[in-house]
């Protein structure tokens, strides 16, 4: 269960301190400044301490994949490394900003139709060896991150369950 208190500092300043008690877990506390993050932080620490992922950190996919360009594609041959930049940088821009817990297979699958559709500068679709790469490349840097990073509970991007339509 959670409570918020409201204090007022001396110099005027409010801060709004939320407390959960849950049985079975040890207390968690933050501060704010503001309200409504304190309400909203309660309700997603609350649900994650029920579902045993509470003290995950939260990371956006552009961390990731700017932590997976900086180690894991220096080690790569040169032609790989300047395909997988460019693969990184399409889903840099289209997803980069979500928390990766929050990224779900149907965002992936969306973009990945996207893909599949798209005109390229010679007015060709990509093929699906293309689309296939991109996928891989993003599942590769799931793969790392839940694995190697521990930066997410889970993939959403592997388990052969992304197929390339019409493959």
Wanted: hydrophobic fraction near 40%.
């Amino acid at each position: 269960m959670s409570s918020i208190a409201k204090r007022r500092w001396k110099n005027g300043r409010t801060t709004y301190r939320v407390l959960i008690r849950l049985k079975g877990h040890d207390p968690v506390s933050a501060t704010f400044d503001r309200l409504r993050d304190a309400k909203e932080w309660a309700i997603r620490a609350e649900a994650e301490l029920r579902a045993g992922r509470h003290g995950v950190v939260h990371r956006t996919l552009d961390e990731v994949l700017e932590r997976y360009l900086a180690e894991v594609v220096p080690a790569k041959r040169a032609h790989t490394r300047a395909s997988q930049a460019q693969q990184l940088q399409w889903w840099r821009e289209r997803l980069g900003r979500i928390e990766l817990d929050q990224i779900a297979p149907a965002d992936i699958v969306r973009w990945r139709d996207q893909l599949s559709n798209a005109r390229t500068a010679c007015c060709m679709p990509y093929s699906p060896a293309t689309v296939r790469q991109y996928l891989a490349v993003l599942s590769h840097v799931f793969t790392i991150a839940v694995g190697e990073w521990g930066w997410v509970p889970r993939s959403v991007a592997g388990g052969g369950g992304l197929c390339v339509p019409g493959v």
